[in-house]
């Protein structure tokens, strides 16, 4: 599987950008999808994950209730809508594939496949 990671940008604070995460490959259906983000000087953090179909989601308790991810099978992409942007929000977003479509990891080294990351940056 293949990631292409998409859709990073600069925006205010209290804002809001979507995330792309267009997966090339077969048998989309046999993996969950996660977000990570990394800010500099910080280690790679869960964001968010979505099961097979989409109908399980886990979220970050920093991003619940903010962030929303969805899957569109057809497209084999994955999406993170980002609302009300915080300045903290601002880090390197990386998509991740692993082929447990069931479970939802949070860790990255759970991770089989890498995006190549997007820089979202959130100004004050």
């Known amino acids: 599987v293949q990631l292409q990671a998409s859709g990073g940008g600069l925006v205010q604070a209290g804002g809001s950008l979507r995330l792309s995460c267009a997966a090339s490959?077969?048998?989309?259906?046999?993996?969950?999808m996660g977000w990570f983000r990394q800010a500099p000087g910080k280690e790679r953090e869960f964001v968010t994950a979505?099961?097979?179909?989409?109908?399980?989601?886990y979220y970050a308790d920093s991003v619940k209730g903010r962030f929303t991810i969805s899957i569109d099978n057809a497209k084999n992409t994955v999406y993170l809508q980002m609302n009300s942007l915080k300045p903290e929000d601002t880090a390197v977003y990386y998509c991740?594939?692993?082929?447990?479509?069931?479970?939802?990891?949070?860790?990255?080294?759970?991770?089989?496949?890498w995006g190549q990351g997007t820089q979202v940056t959130v100004s004050s």
């Open positions: 991740a594939a692993v082929a447990t479509p069931l479970r939802l990891p949070s860790t990255p080294g759970a991770y089989d496949y």
């Open positions: 490959g077969r048998d989309f259906n046999n993996y969950s």
């Open positions: 979505v099961g097979r179909g989409g109908v399980t989601t």
